[in-house]
Every structure is written in structure tokens, then in C-alpha cells.
């Protein structure tokens, strides 16, 4: 099967950074786009931030010039650098891919991570 597996939150003061790391492992054939989405306390899950296979990004606005998404396409691992950190962007942070993975036969499928939470003090 596949996985994704997250690391790199925690609590950081405002104006901070930190790095958010997502590596997917298991029978993968191609990993299409990755992305991060944050969910806030009583609210739906948002994108943050997506990047195709050949580097293509897209930010959600509040994000942009603050945040940076990258990917390490030889690892099947996706990176979220975020400095300027602002107590708004409290959140668990999630890891997405949209990938084909190899079970007896090629799927294509949506995986997502469990999660890591960031939080930021004003």
C-alpha cells in the first residue's frame, strides 16, 4: 500500500519558520501533484499549497511570498517552507499526492497524510 508521512510541525512564535516534510513510500509507479491543506479549529479543510511533477506551484493568497512548496521527485517527498509565520496559520497542516501506485494492477488514487500540527503565538 502507500503512505505518506509527515513531519516538521510544532509551536513557533510569530514571525518564525518552519519546515514541514512529507514522504510517501510503498509501491508507487508516479507521483502526479503534491500538496499541503491546513484545517483550523472549526473549519474545512484549505488548500495551502500544490506543486505538479515538473515544478509547477500554486499558493492560496495568504500564503504567498511567506510560504514556499517544493518536491524531491527522486524521494517521492514534498517540503512546505514557512517563514513569517503568523498566529493565523495555526493549524494541522496535511500532505496530499495524487499518485499511481502498483497492487496486482496500476491505480491511479488520492492519498493524504495523518497530519502534523502547527501553531504559532502571537
Known amino acids: 500500500q502507500v503512505q505518506l508521512v509527515e513531519s516538521g510541525g510544532g509551536l513557533v512564535q510569530a514571525g518564525g519558520s518552519l519546515r514541514l516534510s512529507c514522504a510517501a513510500s510503498?509501491?508507487?509507479?508516479?507521483?502526479?501533484?503534491m500538496g499541503w491543506y491546513c484545517q483550523a479549529p472549526g473549519k474545512q479543510r484549505e488548500l495551502v499549497a500544490t506543486?505538479?511533477?515538473?515544478?509547477?506551484?500554486n499558493y492560496r493568497d495568504s500564503v504567498k511570498g511567506r510560504f514556499t512548496i517544493s518536491r524531491d521527485n527522486a524521494k517521492n517527498t514534498v517540503y512546505l517552507q514557512m517563514n513569517s509565520l503568523k498566529p493565523e496559520d495555526t493549524a494541522v497542516y496535511y500532505c496530499?499526492?495524487?499518485?499511481?501506485?502498483?497492487?496486482?494492477?496500476?491505480?491511479?488514487?488520492?492519498?493524504w497524510g495523518q497530519g502534523t500540527q502547527v501553531t504559532v503565538s502571537s
Open positions: 496530499n499526492a495524487d499518485l499511481t501506485y502498483y497492487n496486482g494492477r496500476y491505480i491511479k488514487d488520492d492519498f
Open positions: 510503498g509501491s508507487i509507479f508516479s507521483i502526479n501533484v
Open positions: 506543486i505538479s511533477r515538473g515544478g509547477r506551484t
